[in-house]
């Protein structure tokens, strides 16, 4: 399966900055995944990202908080911007590999991104 | 909406005892069910899927079952061991009408003791 690199692996901000978290997968994916995980909540999808279009949020998440770039097939950028201490949480990103057979959608995940936003 | 419910509780076992963790969920008709394990600091990792019409799945001490009368899921991890120990976390998959993503339990916490 793929191997996801993600970082900043952990980070302390300040109210009002902005942060970029960077995922580099090992290999060719079309469709990167990221992910939000709050205290004690399940994983939440933000957003699909799709090499060479805009990418795909998903109810409750916007563009211009939660900026992704995907300049090409191993590679995604997620940006929170503006952070408040509710965005506190940790961000995954992710890629399907698709080995559950008939499409089915497994997933693998980087180690995450743990930010506190003071 | 959809809900996916996982106990909150941690469940704490016996060494050599068989873990049970459940996975109920409503208002959805996933086409398939995944289990994933989390560990502190890490991203979760995949461990099983089962089909809507499958109802029983199992890999080496791990054994799946799926019952879609009941919208429930469970999931057992025979012989534990501590290194069982991690947040558990149950996903489903897309109902046979499409929504092409994993809905995702907030994980069940077990820690097994020697």
């Known amino acids: 399966s793929a191997v996801i690199s993600q970082k900043p692996s952990r980070d302390i901000c300040q109210r009002g900055t902005s942060l970029t978290i960077q995922c580099q997968v090992d290999?060719?994916?079309?469709?990167m995944f990221w992910y939000r995980q709050q205290p004690g909540q399940s994983l939440t999808l933000i957003a699909t990202a799709n090499q060479g279009s805009e990418a795909t949020y998903e109810s409750g998440f916007v563009i211009d908080k939660f900026p992704i770039s995907r300049p090409n097939l191993t590679f995604s950028t997620l940006t929170v911007s503006n952070m408040s201490p509710e965005d506190s949480s940790i961000y995954l990103c992710?890629?399907?590999?698709?080995?559950?057979?008939?499409?089915?959608?497994?997933?693998?995940f980087g180690a995450g991104s743990r930010l506190t936003v003071l | 909406s959809q809900k996916i419910e996982q106990n909150s509780e941690a469940l704490n076992i016996q060494e050599g005892k068989t873990a049970t963790l459940t996975c109920n969920y409503t208002n959805y008709s996933p086409a398939y069910l995944q289990w994933y394990r989390q560990d502190p600091g890490r991203g979760p990792v995949f461990l099983l899927l089962?089909?809507?019409?499958?109802k029983e799945k199992r890999k080496e001490r791990l054994k799946v079952t799926f019952d879609t009368t009941l919208k429930q899921s469970l999931f057992h991890i025979t012989a534990s061991q501590p290194a069982d120990s991690a947040t558990y976390l149950c996903a489903l998959g897309p109902s046979r009408w499409g929504y092409n993503k994993l809905i995702f339990g907030a994980g069940t916490r077990l820690a097994v003791h020697p």
């Open positions: 290999s060719q994916v079309t469709m």
């Open positions: 089962i089909r809507e019409n499958e």
């Open positions: 992710s890629v399907g590999t698709g080995t559950g057979g008939s499409g089915a959608n497994v997933l693998t």
